[in-house]
């Protein structure tokens, strides 16, 4: 089967490697990838949101399979766009329809849906111009720390926890009178704190049965032990101690479910990933957040440990028939360390060489490339998040370990990574 995966991350090199060693796989195409997909498959100029040159693309390619990595093309309505289009309503494309994929493109839709369906989460209010006053009000009389999120997509950045009233007031100001976040936060979410623990849980649905995935924790902030700005992730580990079989069916029971149940009931068609942001408070589980696709950089951990063929429980997804896929999963432990610009998440400059790529590293270990471009025989710097390593170890202190002993060899100008990821399972 000739497949179309579109993105250009760390996450979509995870699943370009992943997808090129299934049995059911002939050629692999990614649009538009970077040099890391390139070694799984062929990149091809494509942009992840261009649906009509996407659709050329798929018609002269024979392309059999879409799979989709960003959540941009899919809350924009690739899926609906692939259904709707005589041409190509015969090819699946892997995720949710633009409704579905709501679920992460807004933020109202999302806490609406699971107070609907029961499904344990913050306690939230919706302000948007109509009722200003009425959000002061409800501010002021708010605990402290406030949750603020713009509703609409915000490239990761839509989410503010303000520490005191003031903050609250400066930040509620500025996201609906002074558009902040553009469109993203004419309607904000204004949210209880909740303190715990996160994890983030993945599951593969067909809008009917769902497939649990291994599940993962990331590590968002910049500095080693949790401080400094957030990023889009510096690592990541799986599976998650914290996450036992008692806690991991209170997840099932309780979140994933309803939450199935609820998109079958509300007619939602959702075949693809669901990414859910848990946190664990004492021993129960709420959600944090949906996403539509998977995590980066958990991906890069939870398809290691994977040991199904990704494309059959593609195959299956598709036709509705995950109720008999199996999973099956590494036994051993996998962790990730993400290198980066200097600068990032605040300003950074791109095009250093990368030199250590073409070494021999152990079996356990693998690069995948995030932020990066090639350049004639050279490989150089493109982005914030730069290439990861992952390694499967017996426990996280020894897959850490490995994943540090390959980064000592790979260089670019101003790399820097954190040295302690996984510090509190240590
Ligand atoms: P989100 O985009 O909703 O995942 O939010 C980004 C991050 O903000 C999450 O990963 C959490 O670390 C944090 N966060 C979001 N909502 C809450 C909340 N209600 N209580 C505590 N932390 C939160």
């Known amino acids: 089967m000739n497949i179309l995966l579109l993105g250009s991350g760390g996450r979509e090199h995870a699943l370009a490697w992943k997808i090129s060693q299934s049995r059911l796989c002939s050629k692999l195409f990614i649009g538009p990838g970077n040099p890391g997909t390139a070694l799984c498959g062929t990149n091809v100029d494509l942009l992840p949101t261009d649906f009509e040159s996407i659709k050329k693309f798929c018609l002269s390619n024979k392309i059999e399979m879409v799979v989709v990595g960003p959540e941009e093309p899919l809350v924009n309505g690739i899926v609906d766009f692939f259904a709707e289009n005589e041409e190509l309503e015969s090819i699946p494309v892997i995720g949710p329809t633009a409704k579905g994929a709501q679920l992460e493109g807004s933020k109202a839709f999302s806490k609406k849906f699971m107070k609907k369906y029961n499904i344990p989460t913050a306690a939230y209010r919706e302000f948007d111009l109509t009722n200003y006053e009425e959000g002061i009000t409800y501010l002021k009389d708010h605990a402290l720390p406030i949750v603020l999120k713009a509703d609409g997509l915000a490239a990761g950045k839509g989410v503010i926890i303000c520490q005191s009233y003031v903050e609250a007031m400066a930040e509620y100001e500025l996201m609906l009178q002074h558009n902040k976040f553009g469109e993203a936060s004419r309607k904000i979410v204004v949210e209880e704190f909740l303190n715990g623990i996160e994890l983030s849980v993945f599951v593969l649905t067909d809008g009917k049965h769902y497939v649990l995935l291994p599940e993962a924790k990331d590590y968002k902030r910049v500095g080693e032990g ?201």
Not at 229 to 249: K, L, R, Y
Not at 347 to 370: H, N, V, W
């Open 226 to 426: 949790d401080k400094g700005p957030n990023t889009g992730g510096m690592g990541a580990v799986s599976p998650v101690p914290f996450a036992d079989h008692v806690f991991i069916h209170k997840v099932e029971e309780r979140i994933i479910k309803p939450t199935v149940e609820g998109l079958l009931k509300e007619q939602i068609p959702y075949k693809g990933f669901l990414f859910i942001g848990v946190i664990k408070i004492g021993d129960e589980p709420f959600v944090i957040e949906y996403n539509c696709r998977m995590g980066d950089p958990e991906t890069e951990v939870v398809l290691p440990r994977l040991k199904n063929d990704l494309v059959e429980l593609f195959v299956a997804t598709s036709e509705g028939k995950l109720n008999s896929a199996r999973i099956q999963m590494d036994e051993l432990v996998a962790s990730t360390i993400v290198a980066v610009s200097r600068g990032y998440p605040g300003s950074y400059e791109k095009g250093y060489e990368i030199k250590g790529l073409d070494r021999t590293y152990p079996d356990q270990s693998l690069i995948f490339q995030a932020g990066t471009k090639s350049d004639g025989g050279k490989i150089l710097t493109n982005g914030g998040r730069v290439l990861c390593v992952t390694s499967f170890a017996e426990t996280i202190y020894e897959a850490v370990d490995k994943s540090r002993d390959v980064l000592e060899h790979i260089e670019f100008d101003g790399i820097y990574y954190r040295r302690d990821i996984g510090f509190e399972f240590l």
